[in-house]
Structures are given as C-alpha cells and as structure tokens.
C-alpha cells in the first residue's frame, strides 16, 4: 500500500523533516521542507515495486501563489494547487525518493501547504490507504493555456494503444497539439497519439513525448477519459436523485411529471429515466415528461432516476402516487384551437403556434398530427415537430384535450414545406476521387487553388468499400484491384488507406501549405479535407459508398434487418465518429471524427447486377428502401447527441430499368436529402470494349433526339421527369454533369459528323488503362483535330476529327450554360458533377454563372 508523509515546521531559516508517523503502512512517503518562499517536496517510495504516476495536491491562504516550479508544473485553482512531477520522476523505483530532483517552488509568501494529498491519500500518510492504481491513468496540468497529459501504464505490460476524450466549456477551443492530433466537435475534444508515442511500457509514461495542446482559455479540462475509463482511475460517480417530484397535470388516461435536476456526478448528465411502479415506461432528456396509456381512475407510482453520459444511473426519486381521473366527472368537450400558424422553417423541423382553447374543467393539453398521424402532445400552445425530410411538403392539425380526454375537433389543416439542404440557391456537388492524386496529380489543394472549393456546396469523396467477410463498411486496407476490368472479384477487400489518411503530403500538396510530418494519426486525402472544411466552413463533405467496383455487396448488407442496423452502424463508426482502424501508424480512435458530414450511396444498381460478379436480388427493392431508413435513424439518433443533422444523398440511375427494378422513388425520398441524378454515361464505350464499342451517342444529352437509333431513348429531360412524376421533390434533385469525355476510335461520317455512327472501339484513353475516357481538360488539350460541336436539337456537344478518327461526347460550358438554366426552370436543387480532376477549373466556373 502506497502512503505518503508530510512534515512541516515553519520556521525562520530552517525547516525539520519529520518522519513517517509509526502507524503508518509501507508506501509512499513525502515530506516537505520550506525556507522562507523556497518549498520542496521529497517523495520516497518504500515499497518493494517501481510506482508510476503520482501528483500532490494542496491548498493555500487566500492570495498565496505558487511559481517557479523546478522538476514539475504547478496549476492553481483559487487556492488549491496541483503538482505534477516531470517525466524523470514520474515513476520511483523500489526503494527510492526523488532525489536530487525532488520538486521546487516559490510561494508568494512564506506559509505553509495544507490539506496536503497524494494520489488521493492523505500526505502524511494517516487515513485509508488510496485504492490500487487504475491500469492507466492520465493526468492533466496547465501551464498558462498550453495543456498537457500525461499517460501512465501502471501495469507490467505494454500498453498498446491509447487515446483520450474530454470536454470543455462552451465557446473553449483546443488547437496546436505536439505528440498527439487533436480534434473537436462542439465541446468533446479527442486526443489521438501520433506513432512514437502511440504505445506505453510497463510501469512508464509518455513523457518526455506527452502531448501538449493550446487552449483558447486558460481552462481544466472536465469529464476526461482514456481508453473509455476516467482519467484518474477512479469509479464514476453516478448522478443524485431527482427531487422535489410532481404531477402538475392529470387526465384520465396520462399523468404529466416534473422535478427538480439532479446534481451530476462524474460525468454530465444524459436524461432522466421514468419508472412506473418497476417499469420503465420513458427515458426524457429535459426535468418534465407525460406518461401515457394509463386507466381511467387508478392509483399509480412513479419515480425518477437520472443518468450521465456514459449510462451510469442514480439513485431513484421518492416515489410519488397519483390517481388518473374519473371520466364520468366531466364530459364536455374544450373548444378548437385557434390560428394555427408556422413561426419557423428549416431542412428538418417547423416550429407551430397556435391560440389557446378554453373548457369547463381545464385544458390539459395539445395532440399535434402530421399527415393525420399523432406526432407529440404538449402542454403549452407552440411546438416544434423534428425529424422532417428536406423539401418536402406536411400537413398539421392540432386539437384540444382536456382534464378527462375530452378532445375538441381538429384546426383546419395547415400544409408547411421544409427548406431545402441548401437554405437558399442551387447545390453544387462535386466527386473526389481518392485515386486522383496518383496519375492525375489531383489533390484536395487543387479544390482551393482553382477555384471550385469556393462555388461548390457539397464534396464527395469516392468511394468507400465493403468488407466481403463482416458485411461492414471496410477500411484500414491497401490492397490492389484486378487489371481485368470484367472481373467478378476486382473489388474483393480492397481499398485505399494510403490515399485516405496514411500518406504524407508535402507542403506544395497541402491546403494549408504546411506538410506533414509523417508522425500524424492523419495524414492523406483526410487530412487535407480536414484543413479545405476550415477554409470552407460551409462546405459539406460526405463519404461516397460502393461505385462501379465497389457495390458487390450492397445486396448482402441490405437483405436483412439485423444486416441493415450492422452495415450502418459499421459505416457511422469509421466515417462519421472517424474511429479509423490503424494503417502505418495512422488513424485510430476519433482520428477522422468531423470530417465527414453524412453519408453519400452509390450502390450500381439494386436489382441489376452492375459490374460483373455483383450480388443482386429481386428483394433489393425494397432492402434498398429499408437501409436508406436505417441510415436515416442512426445518423438522426447520433445528431441528438452531437447537435448536428448529417445529411444522406444517392447516385441514382438514369436507365428506367434500373429505376423500376431499384428504387421505390416516393418511399426513398422520405429518408433522402439528395438525389444525385444520373445526366451522363447514357452511351460509351467500355475500356475493355465491352458496352456499346460499335456506335457513337451522346451520353448527357438533354433532350431526346428523333434520329437516336439505340432502342432506349435516353435523355436528361426523360430521366428528370421519371424522378419528378414519382414524386420526388424537385428541391431534392441534382443534375449529373461530366466533368469528363467518352470517346470512340475509328468513326464514320455518316454526313453527320459521327453523331450515331459506326465505330470501331473505344479511343485512346487519358490513361492506358482507361481506353473510350478522357478527363474534358485533357481531352481539349490532347485530342488534336478534334473540332467542337454543338447539337441544338439534343443539347449535346461532341467534337469530331474526320471520317475513320475519333468521336468524343462531353459536357463543356455551352451546354452546361443550356443545362443549368433547364434546371433552374424546373425548379430543381442544383447540379453534381463527375469527377473534380476533369476540370481546371472551365467548367465549374460555367457552373456557377449558370446557377447564379
């Protein structure tokens, strides 16, 4: 057992070192002497193992400071001190002290420390021994507003792995971490080790390699933990009892309960659970609830336990009883509402108001309906209904229910549509494409320095994979797919965490342009999204999920409920929590937290194969319906804790086949934020010369051409009007343009400059692996003789270098100018577009003008 010893006798020019009381166990010791404003504490360790990771505390006159700490920092709150020892004597072997580095400081004034503690325990050594050290434990000291932990491993193993979570007071920003990275979401800061330090020996420390972090005030953390256990150690101390519980209103059939907050303990308060007699019957976040389904005229108990963030409960209230109402005292009915009104709009909820009814006996309460479905029931006369889809138009009544559930009639109906994720103007949505910055040297800097980060509303990065084996969403992996296109495993286990956030980037590659050093938890593309955010903080980024290669297994992930809740609680881990497995010394837990503001799916196609080898099924209909939902209420379910609503969008197809066979459009739109229609790839031919490698045609052209001798008659109006007489909000919609050109090699005349001409195969691709594809700024640049035309009746530009040559199909600023402003007239949410490293910067400025 570990004890400490304290002695002090102040005098004038001399201090005596008292020894350890006789009662006293074997441990720690530490005496302290002081000489005028000189003070020294000497901690010696008695046992017969090393000790890891102790600090003293104690407290001072009112206006008394410490200074000058030597061998250790010092913090001060009012007048309680903190002393922690520097790493070199932050462990004391068997039978040692801490000499000659005993730690030293400077009193504002000659007094004496009082109740002095060590580790908890008493520091001269009398009361209950401290209970055993925690197996890990970090402990925190400021020095102005830089911040330190250390971690100790109190263990005769290694510690592996670590990382730590705390919180600070509202508006308190944590930035600039040595050792470590750091990342912030509202208060929660997490603390993530860089490589080095990363792992902790047996009964050591992370000092001298601690991290170290610059707060916006000189604040202490609160609420800290490590590896999901509180930092010091300790048992969490569960919140006190609710008081002071009450019925303030009553019916025949709810009881409505308040009372007064409980104190926290540990850890801040969650919510409040409500019991009826042993059952719980509502779990409520604020001091009020209404339970309902009760018996007219019976007796009841209730009580009420809080809990803290992390589900420890306190003890329950003093149960209070009540008795329902009888409804044969009253029968007559409270008067309607009156005025319904919305007195707020936004993506997610509409704030209502309305004007009180009146009865004989009192009126208990307001039911609201959405759509004629009970939504919540309320005591007072406004109400905000959460949870609401985007664009999207509802109905609201409102009626009256009195002390016996006598209910009034309904308002008349008041119809309120939501805003779009956008608030105002058109969406902007670009595809990043993680391979990019190999070949094409594209990089998330690009974004900045050519101008489409500042005109852009949304970026998504592509693409995230499955893990064939768990059916999760798989990362933490750099395995290479096939050369062979066509096969059917090409996608198997592969992914990219070297691009995603191992690599380090040099500073002529960074946003910011400071490079990295290779010791962050986050390095690659990630880290550089993190730091275009900063620059755009309006900008949304979203993880885009399957892809041509990747979408084998969406049909697997989709089939069954419990596959559904497993896929999606998989991706919102990785990708919105950012829990990155660890790769080459990156990642870890929390590394990507707030990168990431929703989840953006292309599954190619449910109820089609797709790319050859891809699992598909009669019921993906449906399941595909079903994982949009799940994806919808965990992402809303995590926004109740994080304060943020995380958006979910879609690649979907223009093929209707595909549509019928895939995609429930009116069930979908309920969950979705974004339809990212497919306006491109209507014809191509493929890089291996599969698809259409014998004829030309447009592949975005905006409306049908007479003269098109494929059997589908694809068009961009076609497609569009298929969403909308779904019922698909137009608000919701965003039209696919290509940043890029499909082309065909060896391409007749036929008088009309090769539009729907023989070919011989796909051309000569930007890349040898990309045969029939060209990014548009390389095509332009490349092609020679390859001379720009326009299709007036299609809307369709294409260019032409003579009989036998080539034949290419793209999007320029001519028809991304006729295409903006067709959808302008639709009324339509904006435009996406495929892929960022097409452009220089052209076309996305032709974006813009056009949506302006």
């Not at 019922?727 to 007749?748: D, H, M, N």
Request: aromatic letters at 10%.
């Amino acid at each position: 057992m570990r004890r400490l010893v304290i002695a002090l006798v102040a005098l004038a020019t001399s201090v005596t070192v008292l020894a350890p009381p006789a009662q006293a166990a074997p441990g720690l010791t530490a005496a302290v002497t002081r000489t005028g404003t000189q003070a020294k504490f000497v901690v010696t360790n008695s046992t017969t193992t090393a000790v890891t990771g102790w600090s003293i505390k104690f407290d001072l006159p009112a206006g008394v400071t410490v200074s000058g700490a030597e061998h250790a920092t010092t913090t001060q709150t009012g007048t309680r001190v903190t002393l922690t020892p520097a790493y070199y004597i932050n462990t004391i072997g068997a039978g040692r002290n801490t000499e000659p580095y005993s730690p030293t400081f400077t009193l504002s004034a000659g007094v004496d420390p009082t109740a002095c503690t060590i580790n908890g325990a008493n520091c001269d050594g009398t009361g209950e021994p401290p209970p055993p050290a925690a197996p890990t434990t970090a402990s925190f000291s400021l020095s102005g507003t830089t911040g330190k932990y250390v971690v100790n491993n109190n263990t005769d193993a290694a510690l592996a792995s670590w990382s730590i979570v705390f919180e600070l007071p509202a508006g308190v920003t944590a930035t600039g971490a040595q050792h470590s990275t750091i990342s912030q979401s509202g208060r929660l800061v997490t603390l993530v080790p860089v490589y080095y330090n990363k792992s902790v020996a047996a009964r050591g420390s992370t000092e001298p390699y601690s991290p170290t972090f610059t707060l916006s005030s000189a604040v202490e953390p609160t609420s800290c933990r490590i590896n999901d256990v509180r930092c010091d150690g300790g048992a969490d101390a569960p919140p006190t009892a609710p008081a002071n519980l009450r019925s303030p209103v009553k019916t025949t059939r709810t009881v409505s309960l308040a009372w007064d907050a409980a104190t926290p303990g540990s850890l801040p308060l969650a919510g409040y659970e409500v019991y009826q007699g042993t059952s719980l019957v509502t779990t409520v976040t604020g001091t009020a609830a209404t339970v309902t389904g009760l018996s007219p005229n019976t007796a009841y108990a209730f009580t009420v336990r809080a809990k803290d963030s992390r589900g420890n409960r306190g003890p329950a209230s003093t149960a209070l009883a009540v008795t329902t109402n009888n409804p044969s005292d009253d029968t007559q009915a409270p008067t309607v509402p009156g005025g319904l009104r919305s007195t707020a709009v936004d993506s997610a909820s509409v704030s209502l108001a309305w004007t009180a009814s009146t009865d004989n006996r009192g009126v208990a309460g307001y039911d609201v309906f959405v759509g004629g479905v009970l939504n919540s029931t309320v005591a007072g006369t406004s109400a905000v209904i959460t949870g609401l889809s985007p664009s999207t138009a509802y109905t609201f009544t409102v009626r009256a229910r009195d002390l016996y559930d006598n209910v009034s009639a309904f308002t008349p109906g008041l119809q309120v549509s939501t805003a779009d994720v956008v608030g105002s103007g058109y969406a902007r949505v670009g595809y990043f494409v993680q391979w990019g910055i190999y070949g094409r040297q594209f990089f998330v800097k690009n974004l900045d320095t050519n101008g489409s980060a500042a005109k852009m509303t949304h970026l998504n990065y592509a693409f995230g994979n499955i893990d064939p084996v768990n059916l999760t969403c798989l990362h933490g992996v750099t395995k290479g797919t096939s050369a062979n296109p066509q096969d059917p495993n090409q996608g198997d286990g592969a992914g990219d965490a070297e691009a995603d956030y191992s690599r380090p980037f040099a500073a002529s590659q960074s946003v910011d342009g400071v490079a990295d050093t290779g010791w962050e938890s986050l390095r690659g593309n990630y880290n550089q999204l993190r730091k275009l955010k900063v620059k755009y903080p309006n900008l949304k980024v979203l993880i885009s999920l399957g892809g041509w290669t990747y979408s084998k297994y969406f049909s697997d992930v989709a089939a069954t409920d419990a596959a559904r809740k497993k896929f999606v609680s998989s991706c919102l881990d990785i990708y919105i929590k950012g829990n990155l497995p660890v790769y080459n010394a990156a990642g870890g837990p929390g590394s990507a937290a707030g990168i990431f503001d929703g989840i953006d799916l292309d599954w190619e196609w449910p109820g089609a194969e797709g790319h050859a080898g891809n699992h598909f099924s009669p019921a993906d209909k449906n399941n595909n319906t079903l994982l949009i939902a799940e994806f919808r209420r965990q992402l809303d379910a995590l926004s109740t804790t994080t304060g943020k609503r995380y958006q979910i969008t879609a690649f979907t197809p223009a093929d209707p086949a595909k549509i019928a066979a895939g995609w429930d459009l009116a069930e979908v739109a309920k969950s979705m934020d974004i339809f990212n229609v497919q306006g491109y790839d209507f014809h191509g031919a493929g890089s291996d010369n599969s698809w259409e490698p014998n004829r030309t045609g447009h592949q975005g052209n905006l409306y049908p051409d007479p003269t098109d001798p494929y059997a589908t008659k694809f068009s961009v109006e076609s497609t569009v009007n298929t969403y909308l007489n779904a019922g698909v909000p137009p608000r919701k919609i965003t039209l696919g343009l290509a940043f890029y050109g499909r082309g065909w090699q060896g391409v007749a005349d036929g008088g009309r400059k090769g539009v729907w001409q023989t070919a011989t195969g796909a051309a000569p691709g930007q890349f040898a692996e990309e045969a029939g594809t060209r990014g548009y700024a390389n095509l332009v640049a490349s092609v020679p003789g390859c001379a720009v035309q326009h299709d007036e009746v299609a809307v369709a530009s294409y260019c032409y270098t003579g009989a036998g040559g080539q034949w290419w199909t793209f999007d320029d600023v001519w028809s991304i100018g006729k295409k903006t402003a067709w959808l302008r007239g639709r009324g339509l949410l904006g435009a996406m577009f495929w892929e960022m490293s097409g452009d220089t910067g052209t076309l996305i400025n032709a974006v813009d003008a056009g949506l302006r």
